[in-house]
């Protein structure tokens, strides 16, 4: 009752009584922030997490005082390509978690370390690493297999009743292991090469999830399973679209968590 009178209120007591009742008040309007975790696939689009993507989560994540630890599987690489070229470097071989941690600045940990109780919500951002190394999509499509620790963690969180955001292709993922999952990875016709992965949607709906077209600077909110989703790069667009697309993802998971 005295805290909810005003931080000037707050000041006057503690200087009156530090230590006392009213630092109790005080101190118990504080909230902590909400620990979300994200899981990354490796450093490069064509092989791993998809940088851009990876540091627009992180931003807005910062900007909504959020708490963050980042996690990958401790796993080989499906394989390695050479981003000048496109093309596969054959005589590679990359760890996802080594690789990851690029990214995370060394601060990262194995996938298998990553629980419900130490964190409100998941992120996971595109790239083909989330379809190459977090599942077989890329090569099995509506066939393809989730990773243990991955499928693992999306029923944790799911079960736990907390938020899961996913963003470009990473969507799969819980259109596979959430059935009926409602997702979106943007519209569902190319359009001219706008949306050149637009052929993704069809195959969610094999996976047994839900696809709703959405814009790139919109989010996808499945309010009963928790999920948020964004298209991202699956368009072929100016980059500020996806970091706002990317915003309205983290903005939605963040409000879920109710902190």
């Not at 979300?36 to 931003?59: F, N, Q």
Request: glycine share 10%; aromatic share 4%.
């Amino acid at each position: 009752m005295l805290a909810s009178r005003g931080p000037a209120l707050c000041t006057a007591l503690r200087r009156a009584a530090p230590g006392g009742l009213a630092s109790f008040h005080c101190s118990a309007r504080r909230h902590r922030p909400a620990r979300v975790a994200v899981v990354l696939s490796g450093c490069g689009v064509y092989d791993g997490t998809e940088i851009h993507e990876a540091s627009a989560i992180l931003v807005h994540l910062s900007r909504g005082g959020a708490e963050v630890q980042m996690y990958a599987p401790d796993v080989p690489q499906m394989h390695v390509i050479d981003h000048s070229k496109g093309q596969p470097a054959e005589a590679e071989s990359r760890n996802v978690l080594v690789e990851s941690a690029r990214i995370a600045r060394g601060k990262i940990a194995s996938l298998a370390k990553l629980t419900t109780a130490d964190h409100d919500a998941v992120i996971f951002p595109g790239g083909f690493g989330a379809a190459k190394n977090l599942s077989t999509f890329a090569v099995d499509g509506k066939d393809c297999k989730v990773n243990r620790e991955v499928e693992r963690v999306l029923k944790d969180f799911h079960k736990a009743g907390k938020p899961i955001g996913l963003c470009c292709i990473s969507p799969v993922l819980a259109a596979k292991v959430l059935s009926g999952a409602e997702v979106t990875v943007g519209h569902e016709e190319e359009e001219g090469g706008k949306w050149p992965y637009a052929g993704t949607a069809g195959a969610i709906k094999e996976l047994g999830g839900k696809h709703c077209v959405k814009e790139v600077t919109e989010a996808h909110v499945d309010t009963k399973n928790k999920v948020v989703t964004t298209p991202a790069f699956m368009c072929e667009t100016q980059l500020h679209h996806i970091f706002d697309g990317i915003g309205a993802m983290v903005k939605n998971v963040l409000k879920l968590t109710g902190k």
